[in-house]
T-cell receptor
Framework: GAVVSQHPSWVICKSGTSVKIECRSL??????MFWYRQFPKQSLMLMAT?????????EQGVEKDKFLINHASLTLSTLTVTSAHPEDSSFYIC????????????FGAGSRLTVL | DQQVKQNSPSLSVQEGRISILNCDYT??????FLWYKKYPAEGPTFLIS?????DKNEDGRFTVFLNKSAKHLSLHIVPSQPGDSAVYFC???????????FGTGTRLKVLA
């Protein structure tokens, strides 16, 4: 089955620094990855769709310059939170679309970002 | 505009009884629905799905019902077990896409 690995699982950083989160598809190739964000006790909100070899597609209200997404290869997508502030503290989760013939998103384990 | 809603933020059920989690949606273009289970600080894990051409799908203790006319789906867990305690999200996607919209989640607590 499809396995998505996300790293780091937990990161604490100072305000104003940038943090990179990696999402890897371990046993399959993903031309697309989805990045979600979850605030405490809230829903998973789709932030953007990364596309291998082209620009990411951002959802309405998501700052492109704040959340840089790069899909460097068929197995790696990265989310960089630039100039992080405390309000960026959240749980970030990536997911890969279904494999051929399936309909289920496979999620990574998530990354908890805390900005001091 | 919340297209997928889970109006019950929490639910407590006695072990062995049935848990019923509800989900409502507004977009008639949604054609596929998923239920995920999530523990704190972990990614969601897939539970069960249903296509809009069906009204019921069953997998072991989990059954999902879909009422298209009411734009409502529900997840039944029977018998409920303490290990089922988690947050449950329903998710829906529009036909022809892989973009899923998630509900706000229901925290289920199964009491031993």
């Amino acid at each position: 089955g499809a396995v998505v690995s996300q790293h780091p699982s937990w990161v604490i950083c100072k305000s104003g620094t940038s943090v990179k989160i990696e999402c890897r598809s371990l046993d399959f190739q993903a031309t697309t990855m989805f990045w979600y964000r979850q605030f405490p006790k809230q829903s998973l909100m789709l932030m953007a769709t990364s596309n291998e070899g082209s620009k990411a597609t951002y959802e309405q209200g998501v700052e492109k310059d704040k959340f840089l997404i790069n899909h460097a290869s068929l197995t790696l997508s990265t989310l960089t939170v630039t100039s992080a502030h405390p309000e960026d503290s959240s749980f970030y989760i990536c997911s890969a679309p279904p494999l051929s013939g399936a309909n289920v998103l496979t999620f990574g384990a998530g990354s908890r970002l805390t900005v001091l | 505009d919340q297209q997928v809603k889970q109006n019950s933020p929490s639910l407590s059920v006695q072990e062995g009884r049935i848990s019923i989690l509800n989900c409502d949606y507004t977009n008639s273009m949604f054609d596929y629905f998923l239920w995920y289970k999530k523990y704190p600080a972990e990614g969601p894990t897939f539970l069960i799905s249903i296509s809009s051409i069906k009204d019921k799908n069953e997998d072991g203790r989990f059954t999902v019902f879909l009422n298209k006319s009411a734009k409502h789906l529900s997840l039944h867990i029977v018998p409920s077990q303490p290990g089922d305690s988690a947050v449950y999200f329903c998710a829906a996607r529009a036909s022809g896409t892989y973009k899923y919209i998630f509900g706000t989640g229901t925290r289920l607590k199964v009491l031993a």
